[in-house]
């Protein structure tokens, strides 16, 4: 049993982490059990809600999730001001670096929680699958990088993979429920870079929460009780909050003079829980939309 809890408190923070990038791509109907991370808005590390956010719920179903892809590529696309032709190469590459990735990462978790399951496992056992998820991500997106330079300038393909290469699963879930507003003009692309650079940086914090786990052995820093690993994992998960707090609060000034009360709460309900930043949220003024 001690095991078992460890497993789950090491899950918690490391996922956390990571941004559980995996994503499988059945329907949500048809989606594997969750697991931390992978349900509703939950309270989280980062307080109420910030489990269902950080970690990007319940998978889109898979047309879903490439329609969503599609977007975030061709407003990639927009902001560095590629051709058609670009474009089109672009999104086909990252469409296809998506599903690799995805596919990868997913039998990697899998397997990790099977052999959990089976051997009883903890904080090691979860720093392990991590490590071979990094490692997958890493190559899959210096493929994606390579696919994309034949067709891209150097510094169009850097700037592409900085954030395309997040492979983000909670921008997939943004973007799926913001594509669905059918902006008209500048409101969409304006309201596509908005949510581009949040999703970038947490996935920079998100990173940044990962080196700061341990890289002792678990027994020097087990999992508290019900929670983060010891004085880091606790660092951690206040360096998150702090900075989904500044993420959400750039992100309403950004999208609430072009939504509606509505529309904004549908937004807030996807990145799960509360108010995005101080002053915004549900009870906020907002302007126009439709």
Do not use: C
Request: hydrophobic letters at 35%.
């Amino acid at each position: 049993m001690k095991h078992v809890r460890a497993l789950v408190s090491g899950v918690a923070v490391l996922f956390l982490a990571m941004g559980a990038q995996a994503q499988d791509q059945k329907p949500a109907d048809q989606a594997p059990p969750a697991m931390p991370g992978d349900g509703a808005p939950q309270r989280g590390p980062g307080g109420p809600g910030m489990g269902g956010g950080m970690m990007g719920g319940r998978p889109l179903s898979a047309e879903k999730a490439k329609a969503a892809w599609e977007l975030e590529a061709k407003g990639v696309a927009h902001r560095l001001g590629l051709t058609a032709d670009q474009t089109k190469s672009l999104t086909a590459a990252y469409l296809a670096a998506r599903e690799s990735q995805q596919s990868a990462t997913e039998k990697i978790r899998q397997e990790a929680m099977q052999k959990a399951q089976e051997n009883g496992g903890g904080f090691e056992s979860m720093r392990e699958m991590m490590k071979q998820v990094e490692e997958t991500t890493t190559a899959e997106r210096a493929k994606f990088k390579q696919a994309i330079s034949g067709s891209l300038s150097s510094e169009q393909a850097d700037k592409a993979v900085a954030s395309l290469g997040t492979f983000s699963r909670q921008w997939d879930r943004i973007v799926d429920v913001f594509g669905g507003f059918k902006l008209e003009g500048d409101k969409q692309q304006q309201g596509l870079n908005a949510i581009e650079d949040y999703s970038v940086a947490m996935a920079a914090a998100q990173a940044k929460a990962q080196a700061a786990i341990p890289q002792g052995p678990p027994n020097r820093q087990a999992p508290a009780e019900g929670g983060a690993p010891g004085a880091a994992g606790t660092e951690a998960r206040d360096a998150m909050r702090n900075a989904s707090q500044e993420g959400r609060k750039k992100l309403t000034e950004a999208l609430q003079p072009m939504l509606s009360k509505e529309q904004m709460t549908k937004i807030e309900e996807t990145i799960g829980g509360g108010r995005m930043g101080e002053g915004g949220g549900r009870g906020g003024r907002r302007n126009g939309g439709s």
